[in-house]
């Protein structure tokens, strides 16, 4: 089964500072990968997604995530982070069945 | 993309009673899905709502506890039955088609006291 570890649980950036948010998943053939975030008392929004060629891609709200198959990851990044931009992310993989795993999530928090 | 919403957005129930929670999509969509996101946690996927015939339920979930309809292809419905404290969760609805994208609704929030 595929699997989605982010490995920080939290992260703290100052406003206007960049932002990167790590994602790595298993899986044996190219993935489906992607990035949502949800806003406290939201449902889930797609930031983006990786279907396959170019390994950048854009995404709504000024994030891109890159695609790097040698180190399985899927990261996201934003060079300014915005007080709005406060929230959970979760990446997650697609798997059979047209099915997600999600990984644990990246809690955000964003200093004035 | 589609447009999902959920009713009711939260609710407060009693253990050992039975809550029902509808999503509806405001287009036909090939796949719908129920999760559940434990306090704190990421999301868990109970079932795949399949039209006109019964969900497929991941490890873990049972038909009994977590029955599942879809009459068409733009509305499900979740029942969270006998319900423990342990159910207290936000349960998300999502929907897609055959691309692994999906979209989701803005979740309901089950409290049982």
């Known amino acids: 089964a595929q699997s989605v570890t982010q490995p920080d649980i939290h992260i703290t950036v100052s406003e206007g500072a960049s932002l990167e948010l790590r994602c790595n998943y298993s899986?044996?053939?190219?993935?489906?990968l992607f990035w949502y975030v949800q806003s406290p008392g939201q449902g889930l929004q797609l930031l983006l997604k990786?279907?396959?060629?170019?390994?950048l891609v854009q995404g709504i709200k000024g994030f891109e995530a890159e695609f790097k198959r040698s180190q399985s990851s899927f990261n996201l990044r934003k060079p300014s982070v915005h007080w709005s931009d406060a929230a959970e992310y979760f990446c997650?993989?697609?798997?059979?069945?047209?099915?997600?795993?999600f990984g644990a999530g990246t809690i955000l928090r964003v200093k004035s | 993309s589609a447009v999902i919403s959920q009713k009711p957005s939260r609710d407060i129930c009693q253990r050992g009673t039975s809550l029902t929670i509808q999503c509806q999509v405001d287009?036909?969509?090939?796949?719908m899905f129920w999760y559940r996101q434990q306090p704190g946690q990421s999301l868990t996927l109970i079932a795949t709502?399949?039209?006109?015939?019964?969900?497929?339920?991941e490890s873990g979930f049972v038909i009994d506890k977590f029955p599942i309809s879809r009459p068409n292809l733009t509305f499900s419905t979740l029942t969270v039955s006998n319900m423990s404290p342990e159910d207290s969760s936000i349960y998300l609805c999502?929907?897609?088609?055959?691309?692994?994208?999906?979209?989701f609704g803005p979740g309901t929030r089950l409290t049982v006291t």
């Open positions: 997650a993989v697609g798997e059979y069945g047209n099915k997600l795993v």
């Open positions: 999502s929907a897609g088609g055959n691309s692994y994208e999906q979209y």
């Open positions: 990786y279907f396959s060629g170019d390994t």
């Open positions: 287009s036909q969509v090939t796949m």
């Open positions: 899986y044996g053939a190219t993935p489906y």
């Open positions: 709502a399949n039209q006109g015939s019964e969900a497929t339920y």
